[in-house]
C-alpha cells in the first residue's frame, strides 16, 4: 500500500492531546475519522497512524509529523486537499507527500523544535490565556539563561521527567535551550532544540526556570538536579498551553516534491 506523510498544524486547547484517548477527543482520533471516510471505509474499521510524538492536552503543533498506509493511491495533493475539507479548523494539513514504505515518522526523527510562550504582562491577555501561561511577576531573565546553559549536551534528564513515563533511559542531547524577551508582545520565549524529550521534560525545565528566574532557587540548581536524578527536587510542571511543537528533522526531508498548503 502506498505511504503517505502529511504535516500537522493545530490548536490543541480542546483536545486531550494527540493520541486518542478515553475522556475526550484527540487529534489521532479525528484524523483517523478522516482518513476513513476519504476511504470510504466502515466507522468500526481503523486506519493506523504513526506520529512523530506525542504531544499532551491543550499542547500546540506547527510541525507534527504523521504517515499512514492507504490502499487508495492518490496524489499528495489530493491528501492534503481532502483531508482539510473534512477536519475542524483547528486542525490543517499544511504539507502532505508520498514516501518509501521504510520511512517512519517517529523512529528515524533527527531531531524536534520546541517552544515555550509565557504572557509577562500585569493583565492576562485574554485572546492569549489558551496559547501562553500567564506570569505577571518580576524576574531575572539574566539567572533564567544562566540556568539553562548546564542543560546543553548530553546527559541524564531523570529530574526533567514525568515519573509517569514508560522510558527506562532517560538521557538525551540538547543542542538549543535559550530564552528571550518579546518587549513588543510582553513574552518571554523558551526556544529547545534537541534529539529526544521525555514526557513533560520542557514544561518541568520551564517551571523550575521559572522558579530560578523569580529568585527562589539558584541558577545553580539546574547543575544540581541533573546531578540528583530526582524529580521530586524540581520545580513544578508548567502549564501545558504555552507549548508548542515547531518542528521535526529527519536525515532526508519527507516533504521535498510533496504538495503544500496554499492558506
Known amino acids: 500500500m502506498p505511504r503517505y ?7 490543541g486547547t480542546r483536545y486531550v492531546g494527540y493520541q486518542v484517548q478515553p475522556n475526550g477527543p484527540s487529534i489521532q482520533g479525528a484524523l483517523e475519522a478522516a482518513l476513513l471516510k476519504i476511504t470510504k471505509q466502515k466507522s468500526d474499521q481503523k486506519i493506523a497512524t504513526s506520529c512523530s510524538g506525542r504531544t499532551d492536552s491543550g499542547v500546540h503543533a506547527l510541525g507534527q509529523v504523521v504517515h499512514f498506509d492507504l490502499e487508495l493511491d492518490l496524489p499528495p ?3 492534503l486537499n481532502a483531508l482539510n475539507a473534512l477536519l475542524d479548523k483547528d486542525i490543517r494539513v499544511v504539507a502532505a507527500n508520498k514516501v518509501s514504505d521504510q520511512f517512519h515518522a517517529r523512529y528515524q526523527v533527527l531531531g524536534k523544535g520546541y517552544r515555550y510562550r509565557i504572557d509577562t504582562g500585569k493583565v492576562l491577555n485574554p485572546f492569549k490565556r489558551f496559547y501562553t501561561t500567564h506570569h505577571p511577576y518580576s524576574y531575572s ?11 546543553l549536551g548530553w546527559h541524564d534528564f531523570t529530574s526533567f521527567c514525568s515519573t ?14 535559550e530564552v528571550r524577551e518579546d ?13 529526544g524529550f521525555l514526557y513533560n521534560m520542557i514544561r518541568i525545565i520551564v517551571g523550575t526556570a521559572m522558579q530560578i528566574g523569580d529568585g527562589l532557587k539558584d541558577p545553580s540548581e539546574m547543575q544540581r538536579l541533573l546531578q540528583v536524578k530526582d524529580r521530586n527536587q524540581a520545580g513544578p510542571t508548567a502549564p501545558p498551553q504555552g507549548l508548542y511543537l515547531m518542528h521535526v528533522d529527519y536525515r532526508q526531508d519527507p516533504f521535498e516534491g510533496g504538495a503544500f498548503s496554499e492558506d
Do not use: C, H, M, W
Open 141 to 151: 531573565l539574566t539567572s533564567i539563561q544562566k540556568a539553562l546553559e548546564p542543560l
Open 164 to 177: 509517569k513515563t514508560d522510558k527506562e533511559d532517560k538521557r538525551r542531547t540538547l543542542y538549543k535551550a
Open 5 to 11: 506523510v502529511i504535516k500537522l498544524q493545530y490548536d
Open 183 to 195: 518587549n513588543e508582545g510582553q513574552e518571554l520565549i523558551f526556544d529547545f532544540y534537541g534529539n
Open 77 to 79: 495533493v489530493a491528501i
